[in-house]
């Protein structure tokens, strides 16, 4: 189902002609209302004009969330006050949170773009979609909620949490979609398990998971649990929220609303763009939004472009599943490392804890990763021997994963940190 | 006959060791025989205890990785060539041992050595041919 045939599937070369207009005059509004742009444009000695391509959109500077900390709360906005009619916040885990303030038509373009993504799951006037996304300053609540609104789908606001009554919500409403969190989604298949729910008796046809990281192997354990389609949601508050990019049934990527959000590739070591495919961070620029405009923010979320033709019959840009933050990246003895690859080298391996902690050092000018893997019980053994092999089986994985040598060191069980937000999985020891 | 030994896994950490042995002593459990293993960044410790399956609770409970697995316990005559003698038996029975370990009890007249071979029944079998004394467990605890 395609929201917007002509948005979603225009010629290339159309869209590039849109962008392009849209983008000269997303820069000129916001060099013109916002200060910060100004004094960053005349440090990059460049005037909105110069702007005549879309490749010249290399030449403006970058922004991340520094900068809009320091704007806090509202300074970066373009529109006075009175014309923003919503605002919504990070959560603020790392610092003070980024404040996001919407104008009516950029409620207007979050209902449009979310109502693509959730057209995208199968949803229509006839959905009942249950969305457990949080309602409150997280924009994950009201973004599936505007977009269920403009499709005309009946939404089910029962926000997050209350576990046993989401079930039995979607037994008695005959949810058809839901929207949650990845691993929510597995906690409430568990509970529903331990129910004696048959979760296949449930009417859910298809699932919008995201607002945080996740696995090919996650998506085929929700599906195969729930017997539903699980998609893929790609959004963040800086840039409006949920509706930044959702996948199609083909799940080959995230098609990116690229008529509203320009992405570019970018590699977080030199800053120099990326040839298509290539791994590296998302930079987006928003083309449309009025309250809060962006030009160039570093999302740090680690993925590849691609822009085949999808089967679906979108031309929309398709992004790949984020691998990874570039806040986590290292750069080992000159070659680039995310702690995901290990991660993936290491559960590769059946028995293998989830918790793990990187341990970077430098001895004699040279970088040495350690790797400290919790022993279970699945993998200890009387003999040195069997510990030795089973060591050097997780070395070889690694090796073989990151292309470096590292070394692993089996600790004991619960020695390694636990969090209960975001793990911390690598300490980072040398003094760079 | 087999009898029960348990690992412990021990991270080389000072008061490692110290600590598995307090969970033993507040569980007031005996320690028959032991040894460790050690590389330069973890041991094993191995323990024969009268009571395996309490040890390994009380462990377990302490947070340790425990495991319980079979190991021979024969008695070798205290003179030059004893062990061998043992350790021939096992040879022409083409049994590999993995490790093993010796202790010396007050009312034994040889010496205890615990043995942890790759095939326990094979290596039974051949000891029995070599006229070797196996310890039951019994024998083993109440040393």
Wanted: aromatic share 6%; charged share 30%.
């Amino acid at each position: 189902m395609i929201w917007n045939r002509q948005a979603e599937c225009m010629p290339t070369g159309e869209r590039q002609t849109l962008q392009l207009g849209r983008l000269r005059a997303a820069v000129k509004r916001t060099y013109d209302a916002v200060p910060f742009y100004r004094k960053r444009f005349g440090e990059a000695k460049i005037k909105p004009e110069d702007i005549k391509s879309l490749d010249d959109i290399r030449r403006i500077p970058f922004i991340t969330k520094t900068e809009l900390r320091e704007g806090y709360p509202f300074n970066m906005f373009a529109v006075p006050m009175q014309n923003i009619v919503e605002v919504h916040t990070s959560s603020g885990t790392t610092g003070k949170p980024v404040v996001t303030g919407y104008t009516r038509n950029d409620i207007d373009l979050w209902s449009e773009v979310m109502a693509r993504a959730l057209s995208m799951a199968g949803a229509t006037e006839k959905s009942i979609i249950q969305n457990c996304y949080g309602y409150g300053l997280f924009t994950g609540g009201l973004g599936v909620h505007y977009g269920a609104h403009r499709i005309g789908s009946t939404v089910v606001p029962i926000s997050a949490g209350n576990t046993k009554r989401q079930i039995d919500i979607m037994l008695d409403f005959q949810t058809t979609i839901i929207a949650c969190t990845p691993s929510y989604a597995l906690y409430l298949a568990e509970v529903a398990e331990e129910q004696g729910i048959d979760l296949k008796k449930l009417s859910l046809k298809a699932g919008c998971f995201g607002a945080e990281m996740w696995t090919e192997q996650i998506r085929t354990e929700i599906e195969k649990r729930f017997h539903i389609l699980a998609l893929n949601i790609y959004g963040l508050t800086e840039i409006i929220g949920p509706g930044v990019a959702h996948e199609c049934p083909e799940k080959c990527g995230l098609h990116i609303f690229e008529d509203h959000f320009y992405p570019e590739i970018i590699s977080p070591d030199t800053l120099e763009l990326l040839p298509e495919g290539e791994n590296g961070e998302l930079v987006l620029t928003t083309l449309t939004r009025e309250g809060i405009p962006m030009l160039r923010f570093r999302t740090r979320d680690i993925t590849a472009l691609h822009h085949e033709p999808c089967a679906c019959g979108r031309s929309l840009v398709r992004m790949e599943r984020i691998t990874g933050r570039s806040d986590d990246m290292l750069k080992i003895r000159g070659v680039i490392v995310f702690p995901y690859q290990i991660e993936k080298a290491l559960f590769e391996m059946k028995g293998i804890e989830p918790h793990y902690q990187i341990i970077v050092t430098r001895e004699h000018h040279l970088d040495e990763i350690e790797v400290q893997v919790e022993m279970s019980k699945k993998l200890f053994s009387d003999e040195i021997r069997k510990i030795e092999e089973l060591r050097r089986k997780i070395e070889k994985n690694i090796e073989e994963a990151i292309g470096l040598r590292a070394k692993v060191l089996l600790v004991e069980p619960k020695s390694l940190p636990r969090s209960e937000g975001k793990a911390k999985r690598v300490v980072d020891k040398r003094q760079l | 006959m087999k009898v029960k030994q348990i690992s412990v896994f021990l991270e080389n950490r000072k008061g490692r060791l110290y600590e598995v042995l307090n969970v033993l002593a507040t569980e007031k459990i005996n320690i028959r025989a032991l040894s460790i293993a050690d590389t330069a960044d973890f041991g094993i410790l191995r323990l024969i205890v009268p009571d395996p399956d309490a040890a390994k609770k009380a462990l377990e409970k302490g947070g340790f990785t425990v495991k319980e697995n079979n190991v021979i316990a024969i008695e070798v005559p205290d003179r030059p060539g004893g062990l061998a003698f043992v350790l021939k038996a096992l040879q022409d029975a083409d049994i590999n041992v993995e490790y093993l370990y010796a202790f010396v009890a007050k009312s034994q007249k040889g010496a205890i050595v615990v043995i942890r071979t790759e095939n326990n029944d094979g290596a039974l079998k051949a000891l029995k041919h070599g006229e070797v004394k196996v310890l039951t467990p019994e024998e083993l605890y109440s040393l």
